[in-house]
């Protein structure tokens, strides 16, 4: 394979991902082919704003306890993500929590009003993950929080490749076409390399339980709305992701805590 050429087709494709994903100032072209090859760059966006929050925690870290760094760099990453990955949550907290029908259910994810189940699970989320991360040793946050965000993100890439999109449009449609064989090469080298980084701070059983509450949120979340729609949405990708996510960080605490 030509490295040159490939870096030189894929850059562009992995700058529309961190355009789709995040509020970074990032500047590519756009093609429908482009966007729909994304999914397979997420792990690696999700590295590079675990990266950033992680410098931010440290930073922080410097100056004031763990809570409020921890306070500080949750803040950090929403603002980065312009809180996508929370509105899809809450969304689907309000459609699952509220809708007796499918329909009702759909109905309810589309309405861009937050109510009392988003409104709960939202902040009970992210105070979940700044508690998680206070208790967590400080010489393991920023490779934590770089693995957490990058494996969530492969997490939701895994509900792309395996699941149906139920939407004639919304903000999974352009993505919904699965993930090829270098796709997934893509995403295992992704991950294999921040699984490396991360076992020069916790032991392995750490990562394994980290794994596995990954595994768990996943399931948990996938379960819930599968059940009751049959498919995902956009808003059911920010769920998993911010459930695996949680979930991950939840695991190696269990661990390392």
């Keep these: 394979m030509d490295l040159n050429r490939w870096v030189r087709g894929e850059w562009p494709v992995f700058l ?11 500047t ?18 999700g590295v590079l704003i675990g990266a950033m929050v992680a410098v931010i925690w440290w930073g922080s870290a410097l100056i004031w306890s763990p809570v409020v760094a921890a306070v500080v760099c949750t803040t ?21 929590g509220g809708g007796q029908t499918r329909a009702r259910v759909l109905e309810i994810m589309r309405d861009s009003r937050l109510g009392t189940y988003g409104t709960l699970g939202v902040g009970l989320m992210v105070g979940g993950k700044i508690a998680v991360l206070a208790a967590l040793p400080p010489h393991a946050v920023p490779l934590v929080l770089v693995a957490g965000h990058a494996a ?31 796709g997934l090469a893509v995403i295992g080298w992704t991950l294999g390399g921040v699984a490396v980084a991360l076992l020069m701070a916790v032991p392995v059983w750490a990562l394994l339980c980290g794994a596995l509450g990954l595994a768990a949120g996943h399931y948990a979340m996938r379960r819930r709305f599968e059940r009751r729609l049959g498919g995902y949405t956009g808003d059911c990708l920010g769920a998993v992701q911010q459930c695996s996510e949680i979930g991950f960080l939840l695991g190696v605490l269990a661990v390392v805590g």
């Design 152 to 182: 969530s993100r492969a997490s939701a890439v895994w509900v792309i490749a395996t699941s149906s999109y139920l939407r004639d449009h919304g903000t999974g449609k352009p993505v919904a076409n699965g993930i090829d064989r270098h």
């Design 28 to 45: 590519v072209d756009y093609t429908p082919e482009r966007l729909e090859a994304t999914p397979r760059w997420y792990p690696a966006v």
């Design 16 to 26: 529309l991902a961190v355009q789709f994903l995040t509020r970074l100032p990032v």
């Design 76 to 96: 950090a990453s929403v603002l980065i993500t312009g809180a996508f990955h929370e509105d899809g949550f809450a969304d689907a907290c309000d459609g699952l």
